[in-house]
């Protein structure tokens, strides 16, 4: 956006102050106008309009939709965006919700949100806003210009990042959050804990993958801020950090499981994809492309491989699989960049989506094409190289014999897998890695 003059200014002030007339003349009722409080001759960007939807939304969520008579938004405008609200309800309570806004984040020192009564007076606050710099009470600093335009702006512009960046973070993790109980929801699933039933597990339940998902909260928030704060070193370092993570996350799952491993792969795949999120973040562009965080998330999983796997003890299935298949399972599916997701469950995913099938059933179809692909070290740890192979082989005839629509062969499979004790974990958060990039491709392209 182009910088403005102090007549451009006056002219849209005078220009504001015209249409929040006409449209208390027309609704008579109560108006909030709402515009944004930016230092400078550029009083418009990218960042700033993240910033005012940021408003618009705190604004919808507390003000009942039935309420909101009217609306008029301009986000473009160069001189700043602007909205302006007729709203069938009192003036005072009207303020009250928008003071609470204004003060309960950084962010909201750059709203401002104007409430207009039925004889066009304008409401004040109750205390007034202090300086946004030092945080002095009153109008002091501004009266005396205790602070240069370019330090205010430049303030502004770090609250502006800040919190756009922990919306950001929140965001992503509760994404994810959601991503893994949509992949526990998803139903049949052969052998795994679904609404049908536990499948082959006697130790957990639905409400166990609800408890583990929601513990896990914290934790992929932390690994997108891991990903921004160490954006600019090596991927060695963002590991390091990562992995200390990870294993405190563990801990929070065992706590809210009863001990149960629910979520133990996901933790691995999901803190790489969050951090990789987090090292590509800008303010005005928070999520990249599929392809592009994927790439980012190898690079980082390569280091997992090299640390985990120079010379595996046979620790863990992962380790034994590889010990004896030469098979890399989940590390080297995630140092691939996801390749199984990306090449395999996500176009897979997209067709069904395209040809009206639910979320739930093209899950479904996807899954069986996850266990038809990939080497699973759960079902290695459950039924040895012959239950890897049984499944595959399972999975794949299913997919020729173009039976994957048919609910009973699905529910038959699941039956199947449970009387040998199969369990495909590994798929599993693959699905859920799925749901959640298939999800962020629509925030992005949107």
């Not at 200014?9 to 929040?20: C, P």
């Not at 009266?143 to 330090?151: P, W």
């Not at 965001?171 to 049908?196: C, M």
């Amino acid at each position: 956006m182009k910088e403005v003059s102090l007549s451009d200014i006056l002219q849209a002030r005078e220009e504001r102050v015209r249409l929040q007339s006409d449209i208390s003349m027309r609704f008579k009722c109560p108006i909030i106008s709402f515009t944004m409080n930016i230092a400078g001759p550029r009083k418009n960007s990218p960042l700033v309009s993240r910033a005012f939807n940021l408003g618009l939304d705190e604004l919808d969520k507390l003000i009942p939709e039935e309420k909101i008579i009217y609306k008029h938004i301009d986000p473009q405008m160069t001189t700043g965006p602007i909205a302006i609200y007729a709203i069938d309800e009192e003036a005072e309570p009207l303020k009250s919700i928008c003071v609470k806004i204004e003060e309960a984040t950084a962010l909201g020192r750059l709203f401002d949100m104007d409430v207009i009564d039925t004889s066009f007076k304008k409401l004040t606050r109750p205390v007034e806003r202090g300086c946004i710099v030092c945080g002095t009470a009153g109008r002091y600093c501004a009266a005396s210009r205790a602070h240069s335009a370019d330090v205010v702006a430049a303030k502004m512009n770090e609250i502006m990042i800040d919190e756009l960046f922990l919306h950001d973070s929140r965001f992503i993790a509760d994404l994810v959050r959601k991503s893994l109980i949509d992949e526990v929801y998803t139903t049949p699933k052969p052998g795994l804990v679904d609404r049908r039933n536990n499948g082959s597990h006697n130790d957990m339940t639905i409400e166990t993958f609800e408890a583990s998902a929601n513990s896990l909260l914290d934790y992929f928030k932390e690994c997108v801020t891991i990903g921004r704060n160490t954006a600019l070193i090596a991927y060695y370092d963002s590991f390091v950090l990562l992995r200390e993570a990870g294993i405190s996350a563990e801990d929070c799952m065992y706590n809210a499981t009863g001990g149960v491993n629910t979520h133990k792969g996901a933790i691995f795949s999901f803190g790489l994809l969050c951090c990789a999120i987090g090292r590509l973040w800008t303010p005005e562009i928070p999520f990249s492309q599929t392809n592009t965080i994927l790439s980012e998330a190898a690079n980082l999983a390569k280091v997992a491989f090299v640390s985990d796997l120079v010379s595996p003890n046979g620790e863990t299935a992962g380790e034994r699989m590889y010990l004896e298949r030469k098979s890399w399972g989940i590390r080297g599916e995630a140092a691939s960049g996801f390749a199984s997701v990306k090449n395999i469950a996500l176009p897979i995913f997209r067709q069904f989506i395209n040809d009206g099938l639910s979320k739930n059933d093209a899950g479904v179809m996807a899954l069986i094409h996850l266990i038809g692909s990939i080497d699973d070290s759960a079902i290695y740890n459950r039924g040895g190289i012959e239950g890897l192979e049984f499944a595959k082989s399972y999975a794949r005839g299913i997919i020729e014999n173009r039976m994957m629509l048919n609910v009973y062969e699905i529910e038959k499979m699941d039956e199947v897998f449970i009387q040998r004790n199969l369990s495909e974990g590994g798929s599993a958060d693959l699905l859920a890695v799925t749901y959640f990039l298939y999800e962020l491709e629509k925030i992005a392209t949107s």
